[in-house]
Structures are given as C-alpha cells and as structure tokens.
C-alpha cells in the first residue's frame, strides 16, 4: 500500500522515441508520459501520473524503462498489461507490471541506468535503421574507442559532455561500465552510471567517433575530463542511436530480468 488506501504499481516500459517529443509531458508536442498516463487513467476510471526512472529526449528509445503510479483501482497486473497496451499507440508497450511497497520509488530506488548507443558504420546508409542508429560511412577504429571508453571508468565530473542546459544539481557521475565493440557493420557504446548528465551518452559517443576516426587519441577523452570544457569536446552524436536499455534497483524488488543485447 502508498498510504491513504493507495496501491503503488511498477511498470516495465519500452517506446520508439521518433514521433515523440521526449518522456516529459510537454506545452507543446507530445511526450511518451502522457500518452502512458492517459491510458493507465481509463484502465483505473481516474487520473494517473507516472514517475520513471530516467527521463528520456526528444527522438531517444527505450526498452527497460520503469515507472511508478499510486491509484485506489483494485486491477490484477494482467489487467494493467492488457489493458494500457489496448490503448496505446503501437510505439509505446507495457513489457511487465508489478505491485510494490510504497518505499519503492521508481527514480530514487534506482541505483544504476543502463544506456545503448548504435551506430551503423558502413558506406551505405539504412531504410529500416533510420531512426534507430547513427550512419557513419567514415571507417571507426572501434579498438581505439574501447580504449577510451574505458578512461570513463569511476566517478568524474562530467562537465565536458553536460548539455548546457542540463538543470542537475553536480555534475559528477560514477560509470561502473562503458564498452566499444563492434557486430559486422554495427558498434554498440554500452554504459552504466548511477546517473546521466542531460545528453551525456550522445555527447560521449560524439568523442568518441572522432577517436574512432583518427582525428583524436583515446587519451583525449582524460584531457576533455580534466579540462570540463563542453565547447572542445566532441559533437553530439543523434538521439536516434541511443536507447535505454534498463534500470537496476536493488534485489529486494524483484522485477523481471532485462535482456540488453536485444536492445
């Protein structure tokens, strides 16, 4: 129970970011948040608001999203799986659904988030990878990306790849993962943190293609933490290629295990 006859319920959510202007609820254009919310409110006849576990920009994808809600409505977890995908578009889906005690907070019982970056390094670009994979037909050296990948290892300050506008209180971040490998025509920048900076991944994996290209050294991604200086970093790689791929809480809430290598 949420307190007040409240029933807290977690949800496993996954969405093609493309037509959706990000997670948040928005003034203007439509946020994956929304759509959710109003299909979870006519499942419960009365209003829903989610809280997920990472809020994701505009054109980002997600296959391991969590959420939570608190609503009266008494529904089997069946019946919150079939009955919000009934409603919703065919870009966003309910993979699992969950009843949890009320100490479990989507967001803030979170301890690690899980992002995929793709990349389709070949010289002809993709009909069916368009939104979901940055195309660089520019040979990447991917040994060379591993290498840096692995400088971003520990707790830095991230400020190099911190969007300007990104409202987080520090920016200092623990990746507890980060890895470059290559599939025939497609590289896959896997990384965890406790948390992310706003486009963090995006402008990490920008770095990370100019090292991959020859333009930089894998040991520029040190200077470019040390220094904390966005504007010589590298660009922002596309929001199509990058994924959340899952959220890690601790063992005491036991979700469904994730499979991010179909991600």
């Given at each position: 129970m949420a307190g007040d006859g409240l029933m807290r319920v977690a949800l496993g959510v996954?969405?093609?970011?493309?037509?959706?202007?990000?997670?948040?609820?928005?003034?203007?254009?439509?946020?994956?948040?929304?759509?959710?919310?109003?299909?979870?409110?006519?499942?419960?006849?009365?209003?829903?608001?989610?809280?997920?576990?990472g809020r994701t920009d505009t054109g980002v994808h997600a296959s391991g999203q969590v959420v939570h809600f608190d609503?009266?409505?008494?529904?089997?977890?069946?019946?919150?799986?079939l009955g919000a995908n009934a409603l919703l578009p065919a870009d966003i889906n309910v993979n699992w659904a969950q009843p949890v005690d009320d100490d479990f907070h989507a967001r803030?019982?979170?301890?690690?988030?899980?992002?995929?970056?793709?990349?389709?390094?070949?010289?002809?670009?993709?009909?069916?990878?368009?939104?979901?994979?940055?195309?660089?037909?520019?040979?990447?050296?991917?040994?060379?990306?591993?290498?840096?990948?692995?400088l971003l290892l520990g707790e830095h300050d991230f400020s190099a790849f911190r969007a300007a506008g990104c409202q987080a209180a520090t920016p200092v971040r623990v990746v507890s993962s980060a890895s470059v490998t290559r599939r025939n025509e497609w590289l896959l920048f896997d990384i965890s943190a406790n948390a992310f900076l706003q486009h963090m991944v995006r402008n990490l994996v920008g770095s990370l293609?100019?090292?991959?290209?020859?333009?930089?050294?894998?040991?520029?991604?040190?200077?470019?933490?040390?220094?904390?200086?966005?504007?010589?970093?590298?660009?922002?790689?596309?929001?199509?290629?990058?994924?959340?791929?899952?959220?890690?809480?601790?063992?005491?809430?036991?979700?469904?295990?994730q499979d991010y290598s179909a991600a």
């Open positions: 996954e969405y093609d970011g493309t037509a959706y202007n990000g997670w948040q609820r928005q003034r203007i254009g439509t946020g994956v948040q929304l759509l959710l919310e109003n299909a979870l409110s006519q499942v419960a006849n009365d209003a829903v608001a989610v809280v997920c576990a609503t009266r409505a008494e529904r089997p977890p069946r019946s919150w799986l803030f019982s979170a301890t690690e988030r899980h992002y995929r970056y793709r990349i389709l390094n070949r010289l002809a670009r993709s009909a069916l990878y368009r939104d979901r994979a940055w195309w660089l037909h520019q040979p990447l050296d991917e040994s060379r990306m591993q290498r840096a990948a692995q293609a100019a090292i991959g290209e020859g333009v930089q050294e894998p040991e520029w991604i040190e200077r470019l933490i040390e220094g904390r200086d966005r504007t010589v970093a590298g660009i922002a790689a596309p929001a199509q290629g990058l994924t959340l791929v899952g959220v890690t809480y601790p063992e005491r809430y036991p979700f469904p295990a």
